[in-house]
């Protein structure tokens, strides 16, 4: 009887991993064929100062418009890119190609590239980093990259020094997706992060959750404390920026403010005014 079902969880295992794989491969022979084609983009996301109330940076986000798919979302290929590897090719393009939009822009717009934690292993990120910024003119500081705790729970004494030598060249360093992983609170003792992004979970909910409330005056408190500037992602409504604005967040980044745009708007939105905050609060 046991044979049995070992046989029958047999056949029925196996074609369902390979199909799996077969995919995989897929996917990644196609997104090597996208990158080599110069049929990736990317799309810019406004960050907009609670201070200054104008929009201060885009962060850079990816687009892989499939020729016959449509457009596949970056949580569905980044993992397939990491997993193989392409990342770091895919990294090297998006940090100079983000580089070489923000030259376009005003000069005091900072532009944020997000970094996969495995361009750190393939120890290549400084040196892409150095050529990104040679090959396109953009001063230093203009420049941002958001890394995860996934950067910092292999190698992290590596990853640090790496960290802090890209630091050293006055770019700045964001903590991307803030309380979604383990120890956050250690990362932040180890390294001067210039800026930790609030997960958009806690957004999401901050008027209805107290644990998100929570979340997010630790959060911004912290921050304002450690002279750590704090950014909120995901705000799509009106209170929700009026309540980050009372917490002190120095930051924010939502669909209420735009979505990801394609790069020949993006001096068209910053000419247009931008206040967003409610007069009473
Ligand atoms: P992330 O870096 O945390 O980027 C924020 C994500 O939230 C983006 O999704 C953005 O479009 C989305 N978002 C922004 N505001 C709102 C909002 O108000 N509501 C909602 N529902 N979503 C909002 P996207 O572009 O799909 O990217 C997903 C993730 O893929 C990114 O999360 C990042 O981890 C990764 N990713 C994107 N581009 C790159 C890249 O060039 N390199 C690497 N390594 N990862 C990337
Ligand atoms: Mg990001
Ligand atoms: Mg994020
Ligand atoms: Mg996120």
Same mark, same amino acid.
């Given at each position: 009887h046991s044979k049995e079902e070992g046989r029958n969880q047999y056949s029925f295992f196996v074609p369902e991993m390979s199909q799996a794989i077969k995919d995989k491969r897929e996917m990644e022979m196609q997104l090597r064929d996208a990158l080599s084609n110069g049929e990736l983009e990317l799309a810019y996301q406004p960050k907009w100062g609670f201070r200054s109330g104008e929009v201060e940076g885009f962060e850079a986000l990816l687009r892989w418009p499939h020729k016959t798919r449509g457009p596949i979302s970056p949580a569905d290929f980044i993992p397939i890119a990491e997993e193989t590897g392409l990342i770091v090719e895919i990294g090297e393009w998006v940090l100079l190609h983000a580089c070489m939009e923000a030259m376009?822009? =005003?000069?005091d717009i900072e532009v944020s590239v997000n970094v996969s934690p495995i361009q750190f292993s393939a120890k290549s990120l400084l040196k892409d980093v150095r050529s990104a910024l040679a090959q396109s003119g953009l001063p230093p500081e203009r420049l941002e990259l958001e890394i995860t705790e996934g950067a910092l729970m292999q190698d992290t004494d590596a990853n640090l020094e790496i960290l802090e030598a890209i630091r050293e060249m006055g770019i700045k360093i964001a903590l991307d997706d803030? /309380?979604? /992983?383990?120890?956050s609170l250690g990362y932040i003792r180890r390294f001067s992060f210039d800026r930790i992004k609030i997960d958009k979970s806690f957004i999401n909910d901050v008027l209805t959750s107290k644990d998100s409330q929570a979340v997010v005056q630790a959060v911004c408190g912290i921050c304002a404390n450690l002279n750590i500037e704090s950014v909120a992602e995901g705000i799509e409504e009106q209170i929700q920026l009026d309540y980050l604005n009372k917490e002190g967040c120095s930051q924010a980044q939502g669909y209420l403010i735009? #979505? =990801?745009? #394609? =790069?020949?708007i993006v001096s068209e939105f910053l000419e247009r005014p931008h206040r967003y905050l409610t007069k009473t609060s």
């Open positions: 376009h822009w =005003p000069n803030f /309380g979604t /992983g383990y120890s735009a #979505k =990801p745009m #394609k =790069p020949e």
